[in-house]
């Protein structure tokens, strides 16, 4: 019954406008992205490389597949969150506006069983949009640039990782992606059980992100404490797979806060949402 239900779900899902608007601004974002880089994309790297060119050798182009891949998951794993959330943020209150909860509830199944049928489709969902985000960053940036050594910035200096050392590394840095906005369709799923339209935890959802943001990014030692528990801060976790001394401690603990964090809240779902009130 969980099975065919996670399907009628999925069926919700396919049959709403605002599930494709995902898809279509990732893949006008990613064109824009793709595009530019296209056009002045040697430029635009020179002006962080050009001091490093005289002394190391890169193999192949430095604007290739791999570079522009990483550009853009780091240009968009932060703005995906609410085209996630325009669908996930709907699965329960969507059905408290439209006047069926009281209907879905009364089928052969328990609230606990609805609640995970929500949440395995939110996943699919969620899952496609990595996918196809990861086919045109990695794939079709691959076939119009090309392949080559990937250079990374970061807080180590200039990290160059071989060409034939890198797709595992994205593979795994798309399965964390994945896993951070797992978490924030679980979180506006959660919010959704609270509310009688799709805005609020829409809106709400996106508020938390940049709340916890913010708190993450402030230099303020009263944060100290909470922000290693902040899914915002393990949302860039994926990028520990592009360094040269991999830190696993760190990606485990990344791994272990997300999944903690989607378990409160789905907890937290199912708690609300078998005590909600459907009579009125």
């Known amino acids: 019954m969980l099975l065919k239900n996670t399907y009628n779900e999925l069926l919700k899902i396919v049959s709403k406008p605002r599930s494709y608007l995902g898809f279509g601004a990732l893949t006008l974002l990613i064109g824009i992205i793709l595009f530019a880089m296209k056009a002045d994309g040697k430029n635009i790297v020179s002006m962080v490389t050009a001091s490093f060119e005289q002394t190391l050798v890169f193999n192949g182009d430095i604007v290739n597949g791999n570079l522009v891949a ?41 609230r606990s069983q609805i609640v995970l049928s929500k949440f395995f489709a939110g996943a699919i969902y969620t899952f496609l949009i990595t996918i196809w985000m990861g086919f045109l960053a990695l794939i079709v940036s691959q076939f119009i640039f090309g392949t080559g050594d990937l250079i990374v910035l970061n807080s180590d200096g200039l990290v160059i990782i071989p060409e034939d050392d890198v797709m595992w590394r994205f593979l795994l840095g798309f399965c964390v992606a994945f896993l951070s906005l797992l978490t924030v369709a679980t979180l506006s799923i959660c919010l959704s059980a609270f ?32 922000k290693p528990y902040l899914f915002t801060t393990h949302m860039v976790a994926w990028r520990s797979y592009f360094s040269d001394q991999i830190p696993y401690a760190q990606i485990y603990f990344s791994i272990f806060v997300l999944v903690a ?15 909600k009130d459907i009579t009125s």
């Open 70 to 110: 990483f550009i853009i998951l780091q240009m968009l794993i932060v703005h995906i969150p609410l085209l996630i959330a325009l669908v996930t943020g709907d699965l329960i209150s969507g059905e408290a506006a439209m006047g069926t909860i009281r209907m879905l509830a009364s089928k052969p199944i328990t």
């Open 195 to 226: 509310a009688e339209n799709s805005i609020g935890p829409i809106v709400s959802t996106m508020s938390i992100i940049i709340v916890f943001t913010i708190i993450g990014t402030l230099e303020v030692s009263a944060f100290d404490a909470i």
């Open 261 to 275: 964090h989607i378990a409160v809240l789905l907890s937290i779902t199912l708690f609300k949402f078998n005590k």
